[in-house]
């Protein structure tokens, strides 16, 4: 049987305009920035400041015809997923707080935002046994017509490991330890962009 992880979970709600999008960054460099409990972030703060400058550059460069919108898009995606690992990073030490209030204020002093979680009429992602010992079937709520789906699991929740990426909202984990309890969780690459992780769901293998 698989258990949705229930808790405050961290979000970037990253804009689709280049513009916000680096005033964001700027926003959540500025927030981490000095701040002792996220002096072990990774990336770095420096790491995310660079990126920051480089899309900013590139936006400003496109404007006076001097690169090509291909160089400025690379720029948009290298943030994105600086971002997205910052975030998962937030996630982490969210997860270690005693309480909801408590990991909730570790998001929000990061700049990034508390998902809202409803109840989807279908499960963003569901975990059932794969038809041979050792093996387990994710299927994710689809979230585009054409996207890219990246999976990852782990068994306590600090070290992911990814599983290959498909173009389908299904996959299949093959080689699991029989009787051991694993987490599960998937993002995806659509045309708007890299979306946020979904929750982590908890399962175990038989």
């Not at 701040?35 to 990336?43: G, L, R, S, T």
């Not at 090509?68 to 995606?77: F, G």
């Not at 204020?105 to 038809?131: D, N």
Request: hydrophobic content about 45%; overall charge positive; aromatic content about 6%.
């Amino acid at each position: 049987m698989s258990t949705v992880m229930k808790g405050p979970i961290a979000v970037l709600n990253l804009p689709k305009a280049n513009k916000e999008l680096i005033a964001y960054g700027k926003k959540v460099t500025g927030a981490l920035k000095g701040d002792p409990q996220f002096a072990q972030i990774n990336p770095a703060v420096a790491e995310i400041e660079t990126a920051v400058a480089a899309l900013d550059g590139s936006e400003v460069a496109v404007g006076g015809g001097l690169i090509t919108t291909k160089q400025r898009n690379v720029d948009r995606r290298t943030l994105m997923l600086c971002l997205g690992h910052a975030r998962d990073f937030v996630q982490g030490l969210a997860e270690m707080q005693p309480s909801a209030a408590e990991a909730e204020a570790v998001i929000v002093s990061a700049g990034m935002f508390v998902k809202k979680v409803t109840k989807p009429s279908k499960a963003e992602l569901s975990v059932r046994h794969g038809t041979l010992s050792g093996t387990v079937q994710l299927v994710a709520k689809a979230v585009a017509a054409n996207a890219t789906y990246y999976w990852q699991w782990s068994t306590g929740g600090a070290d992911w490991t990814s599983a290959a990426d498909t173009m389908r909202a299904h996959t299949t984990i093959h080689g699991l330890v029989v009787g051991t309890t694993y987490l599960f969780r998937f993002h995806a690459l659509t045309r708007a962009g890299v979306t946020e992780w979904s929750q982590v769901v908890s399962f175990l293998v038989k």
